[in-house]
């Protein structure tokens, strides 16, 4: 099936034959940036530099192309195999015809199959509405461009910090051990923490795994609806919600501060204006979206305490994208199993969502505590074996079929 999980298994092997370990190796980076912005990519390349000497890292760059060599095919070589892709972002990187079209084309492609990660780098101001690379968590914090920073210093030291996080999460994942996450598991060892994952497959028929089928199931038709809408038609008639106002209340009264709750609101920071869009295409389906507002409103009563809000948020972002993220998916279910009260709620709200969109309403839910019970023999990352393409991939991974 092609799981991050065998991937890996086949690459230790062809680099085991090849006399080079995994930890030699390293994760190779690429960087895809407009020549404008070189001086830029140089200050970051040397806040990296300490990760390369540590053998986390090999960053490679078009400048790197020897003479005489074939440019292209370099470059194209490069892209295709890279562990991590860095999008330089700036006016003239979104001007480029060949940084738009190529290089940020292939490696979202690769993103989606798993093959890599994308980490968008803001280095300049530029208009990023609606753009599709948003949807992933970008750096620097905040999402603010390195040449708003007071300290350029401390934004690149930022973006570093990000990046090996980055890496750090990746090395779990993919079986891969860097210096600085730890001596790398034997092949017992790995075969071991299958076995042990293999026995949460019970949650496979918790309705907390279910639910994202449906809402999947129901996506495309909310898609197809929103894509005949001209954004012309929707100036000055939607207001939206202070998203980011209530995204900082949420993470402020939480209780939830784990790993996977803080990617997740930082995912949901870099989502906000996508969101909105999401929102105005739904309510311009109706005759008034005014009305269309107020249903809403009347749907979600409790949406202020925050379980409301992450699953109306979930659902409009997977409106807005027109695909779902597994990562994402991952997260919401996370979430939602740390709720102990509000389902009925989060459900009213779905259905208002999906009956404003013409389709058909959700079954009611009931959600059980067993990943709880298991959350202290999970250890971290746990959930990263689970990061596969489709729910009949998970079945069959945790059956041991693959």
Known sequence: MGSRVLRYEARVLCVSVAGASVEEQGFTLFYSYAHEDEALRDELSKHLRTMERQGVLRGWHDREISAGAEWQGEIDRHLRTADVVLLLISPDFMASDYCHDVELAEALRRH??????????????????????????????????VTSWEDRDNAFADVATGIRKAVTRLATVDGRRAHSVGERESTPARSRDLDRIRGYRDLLDRPAFTMPCIFEASLEAVHQACNQISLAMLTGQVRTPAWEGNLYEIARRSEFETEPFVSSLDRIRNHIAALERAVAHLHSHLAAPDQASR??????????????????????????????????????????????????????????????????????????????????????YDWDHFYVRTHAELRAFLAGED
């Open 112 to 145: 989606e199959l798993g093959e890599c990660v994308v980490i968008p780098v803001l280095l300049r101001p530029v208009d990023l509405v609606g753009v599709r690379f948003m949807a992933l968590q970008a750096l620097p914090s905040g999402a603010r461009p």
């Open 295 to 380: 249903e809403i409103g009347k749907q979600a009563p409790g949406r202020e305490d925050g379980r409301i809000w992450h699953m109306e948020f979930y659902l409009r972002g997977l409106i807005s994208s027109g695909s779902v993220s597994r990562q994402y998916v991952r997260d919401a279910i996370a979430l939602m199993d740390r709720v102990d009260t509000g389902r009925n709620e989060i459900l009213r709200v779905a259905n208002g969502l999906f009956g404003l969109a013409g389709l058909a309403e959700l079954p009611p839910v009931t959600l059980s505590g067993r990943l709880i019970e298991l959350s202290a023999d999970m250890r971290p």
